[in-house]
């Protein structure tokens, strides 16, 4: 699909955006126009579902947001609202625990989130 210009937020709009998300009209954002693509945004930017800055995704990221992104070689527009809630989730429980964020901790977090303990489901014995 051609990605066709993206539109210039109003005063109003960027109001809005700095209020919501955090944005800066000095940062240039760009709503889409319609028809045009996240995965292929104008060149210099990126595409950014507002879902996932609904979710807590702030911009700078986080050094823990940019070690999970390079580490699973993932790029921000890829991220899904789930993803940043278990990345959001992970966060809050190291930090009322009093953890350190841990990548390999994290991931081990995420799977058993996406799947469960299904050993415990697949076994023949009964668990109280």
Same mark, same amino acid.
């Given at each position: 699909m051609a990605n066709l210009p993206g $539109? $210039?937020?109003s005063a109003a709009e960027y109001r809005q955006l700095e209020t919501t998300y955090g944005l800066s009209s000095l940062e240039?954002?760009? &709503?889409?126009s319609?028809? %045009?693509s996240i995965s292929s945004p104008p060149p210099g930017k $990126?595409?950014? %579902? *507002?879902?996932t800055l609904d979710v807590d995704i702030r911009f700078p990221l986080t050094d823990f947001q940019e070690e999970v992104l390079q580490k699973d070689?993932? %790029? *921000?527009?890829?991220?899904t609202p789930n993803?940043?809630?278990k990345v959001v989730a992970f966060k809050m429980i190291c930090r009322v625990s009093g953890y350190l964020l841990d990548y &390999?901790? &994290?991931k081990f977090f995420f799977r058993f989130c996406i799947t469960g303990d299904k050993s415990r489901r697949s076994s023949r014995w009964a668990y109280p």
């Open positions: $539109i $210039i937020p240039g954002v760009e &709503f889409p319609p028809g %045009s $990126i595409g950014v %579902s *507002l879902k070689g993932c %790029s *921000l527009q890829m991220l993803v940043v809630n &390999f901790v &994290f």
